[in-house]
């Protein structure tokens, strides 16, 4: 996760308290430090699970220093100035964590002069890092972190007990920044932002479509420093974009952007594209069943709520496919071999740190309320008596399987008894509704696909 120092500097005491290991990016302003800055932000993100504090200055990195319970484990300078004085970077150096200067060629000598009597400090010239696209800035990046203790979160969860993989999960959510998307997806939603003229509802429409953006801002628009405007978390997707404003809202499409770059060079089994198209589909059959009334709903449930819990009703499969994939890969050939569905799989493998109960961690740190997050949280496991919104989403999401818009692909998945208690429905009535609408959605996220590959 990135929290900017600049938004918190007014008024300091809302800014979300540091939790966990965290790196701090000192950066001013311009094109190539913005670049610089976001692939600075995913290599500490991704694979080293740090959290960024992004700062303009000098004065507003070091009201960090010390705050709520976190260590700070690394300092990066992004600079086309002259520093003036080393006063200001030793003050970072703490506890020797490494500190690195991305400076221009050009003052590259003064960086040297002025960090070579610090333990752990690297000057690198920006211009090589645009020239090697950033390896061997990661490259420095990685053995510098790891030469004092940084290194990346365990990937495979087998080898950990229950209660030690739920907090290695829990430390994992709280520095991811971004989650990856389609590339054709963000470039849409990037295009329209280019419009000056595009307005909040042309610009809800397209980013409805994309779980990753949605998740994200609807995190950023409910964090202290959005929400402390209102008192509260935003109740829509366009209230969030309303609250942000446009060049917010750019900056997390151009993060996920770069986050799907960083994701698909990673060593993964997870297919995006499934994902999202299931994510969608989800979603888009939930739209029909409330719209056609083709479920007795006690009453008709609010758009935005039924809209973002089934599209990211499996959200914690994309944090395991990213993030986890050594353990999302054991899930998976446990579903093909034993010819059983993604979630009896986890539950063979144990059932710690399923994709459901990181489903919920996810929406709860993205302050969502409780009706999303436990909704997304059981909707394999329902309770006795379940919600409207619970139905809903269980009916929409066998539909999706029933039309082969499952990922992962396969796997028998059965329907609740209690849906059918609920609902007043039959197996055939289910059936038949999956035949009504299977191929008008069909070919509405064939045609969306295409469009977002």
Known sequence: MTVSASHASATHQ????????????????????????SLVSLVLNFKYGLRTV??????????WLGEGTGSLRGVVLIQRRDSQTDIGISAFNLRDNPLFAIVPKALAPQYIEQVKRLSAGHVVAWESVFRDSGKGLRNLLGKALEKVG??????????????????????????IDSLPTLPGAVSRILELLSDPDVTAEQLERAILLDPSIVQRLMSVAGSPAFAARSGEPPATLRDAIVRMGMREVAAVAMQAKLATSFARSQDTLFDYQRFWAHSVACALVAHRLVTDRS??????????????????????????????WEHFARVMGESVTGEMSFREAERRLGDVAHHTEIGQLVLERSHMKPLLTQTVGHHHDLPDIPEDLDCLLHVSNYICHRLGMSYPVGGDVSFDDKVFQ???????????L????????????????????
């Open 422 to 432: 609920a609902m007043h429905l039959s197996q055939q009535d289910i059936d038949q």
């Open 150 to 175: 940084v290194t990346p979160p365990l990937q495979d969860l087998s080898t950990t007990q229950g209660a030690q993989r739920r907090r290695i999960v829990e430390t994992r959510l709280k520095g």
């Open 434 to 453: 999956a035949d009504d609408i299977g191929g008008p959605v069909l070919a509405q996220v064939k045609e969306l696909l295409s469009d977002a590959a």
């Open 54 to 63: 992004d700062a303009g200055s000098f004065a507003e990195a070091r009201q």
């Open 295 to 324: 479920l007795p709903l006690a009453a008709a449930p609010e758009f935005s709520d039924y809209w973002i819990v089934c599209l990211l009703h499996d959200i914690g499969k994309l944090v395991m496919g990213t993030f986890f």
């Open 14 to 37: 809302t800014h979300e308290p540091i939790e966990g290991d965290y790196a701090i990016i000192v950066c001013d302003k311009g094109k190539p430090q913005a670049v610089l800055r």
